[in-house]
């Protein structure tokens, strides 16, 4: 069964008119996903991957796509499942593309909307959940497939071997049986940058009856209203409650530190992307200020080696892995295995287009065969769900188990007939 062809298209959900997903420096996203459908000779079996973007720039991670056909197209499935590890290399250490990366920017959201496609292709072809796919890999095997380029001085692949081989002694014969899993999550749909006191006070309570005991929202517009923010939501979901604040990155340094020492009152559960999100030993000047406060950051971090010094230096304390910022699985699970080796918590980023939907299966594959740490926690926000055709389920303030071969990103044909920004009735 050989690919044909390959189609990028250029998606965007005009959310900006709700103020959906504003945070500090985000202030007008339109929810968008570069759409990358690989096609074979079975009309009936297509690769369906994305990363998201919010707007502005997603067609040059189109654009990008245009330079990836090359390597799969003409191959048989089974020879780019054989060979995914040098295809990886070849896109993300391109000779001449990685002088506009490397392996970071808008050529690595590409290459993780590419690579996504890729995953879910094979997977189906194995009529599996991408979940199920990779935990049923042999040990060997599935290493075989990860990148662990630069990060040797921090983890072996020997070590990673032990790490997933002791994890699988606990899995049940048939791992099938995994589906019944509910994977505990946490909302951060009350709490966007520009909504009201009125809507959030609204959202919180809705939430609560909906029974989520875990919120998030966002801080950084000014630190007296932030203040105002926190105690408005701690009013509403209670001192029993966990409650989470992410900044995005406005802060300084200094500032965090100011700030962090103003909002300890609410007792938050950790502090996302307080300040900008390369800055490695930024964080950790500021955990050396609060000891006793939690960092939080993934979203942003470009590529494993970022996460190899974040976590080593303990810049961090929760890792949070985003399904399309770094190049889908061949390089997420090298970084789960450093966060299993340091005992670091994985809480994946989720919401935008389809994130949710990818760290439902991120969340099974850690938690059966690469964890060990007991904490299970993953974002959700519930955008854009109704353009998918099988949208992530929460069920009890978790995530369900998908159970349909493939990663899960398919979006409805009616929604791309309108959203598609070159030709769709939307935007036309
Ligand atoms: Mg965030």
């Not at 008119?17 to 202030?27: M, P, Q």
């Not at 459908?37 to 040059?60: C, Q, R």
């Not at 042999?138 to 497939?145: H, M, R």
């Not at 630069?150 to 997933?164: F, G, H, K, S």
Request: with cysteine.
């Amino acid at each position: 069964m050989k690919v044909t062809n390959i189609v990028a298209q250029d998606i965007r959900f005009p959310t900006s008119k709700e103020n959906l997903g504003t945070d500090a420096v985000h202030v007008d996203c339109d929810y968008s996903a570069t759409y990358v459908t690989i096609e074979t000779e079975d009309n009936n079996l297509t690769g369906i991957g994305l990363t998201f973007t919010i707007g502005k720039g997603n067609d040059l991670c189109c654009k990008s796509i245009d330079y990836f056909k090359e390597f799969i197209i003409g191959k048989e499935i089974t020879e780019i499942e054989r060979n995914i590890l040098l295809i990886w290399e070849k896109i993300t250490n391109h000779s001449q593309l990685r002088w506009v990366g490397p392996q970071k920017g808008v050529t690595h959201l590409a290459a993780a909307a590419f690579f996504n496609a890729i995953w879910d292709l094979i997977s189906k072809y194995h009529k599996k959940p991408l979940w199920q796919y990779i935990v049923d890999l042999e040990t060997d095997d599935l290493l075989n497939k990860l990148s662990f380029s630069y990060l040797d001085d921090v983890i072996t692949r020997d070590e990673a071997a032990n790490i997933i081989n002791n994890n699988k002694k606990k899995l049940p014969k048939d791992t099938t049986s995994l589906n019944s899993t509910i994977f505990p999550a946490y909302t951060t749909a009350v709490g966007w940058l520009g909504y009201s006191d009125d809507k959030m006070s609204k959202l919180a309570k809705e939430n609560l009856d909906k029974g989520w005991t875990h919120f998030k929202m966002k801080v950084g517009q000014d630190i007296e209203r932030d203040i105002h923010r926190c105690k408005l939501i701690r009013s509403i979901i209670g001192n029993d409650k966990k409650l989470m604040v992410d900044s995005n990155q406005i802060w300084s340094v200094n500032e965090t530190i100011e700030y962090i020492g103003k909002l300890k009152e609410f007792d938050i559960m950790f502090y996302e992307e307080p300040t900008n999100p390369d800055d490695i030993l930024g964080f950790k000047k500021i955990k050396n200020a609060h000891p006793d406060v939690k960092l939080a950051t993934g979203e942003m971090m470009q590529n494993a080696v970022m996460f190899k010094q974040f976590i080593e230096n303990k810049s961090l304390d929760y890792c949070q892995i985003d399904s399309c910022r770094i190049a889908s699985i061949n390089e997420i699970l090298p970084v789960l295995l450093i966060a299993s080796k340091f005992n670091i918590p994985v809480i994946p980023h989720a919401g935008g287009v389809g994130l949710c939907e990818y760290v439902q299966h991120l969340n099974i594959i850690n938690k059966f065969i690469i964890t060990n740490n007991d904490l299970s926690l993953s974002e959700y926000a519930e955008s854009c769900s109704e353009h998918f055709e099988n949208p992530a389920i929460i069920k009890d303030g978790g995530y369900t188990t998908p159970i349909l071969p493939g990663y899960s990103v398919k979006i409805k044909d009616k929604s791309i007939k309108q959203f598609d920004f070159n030709n769709g009735t939307y935007w036309n």
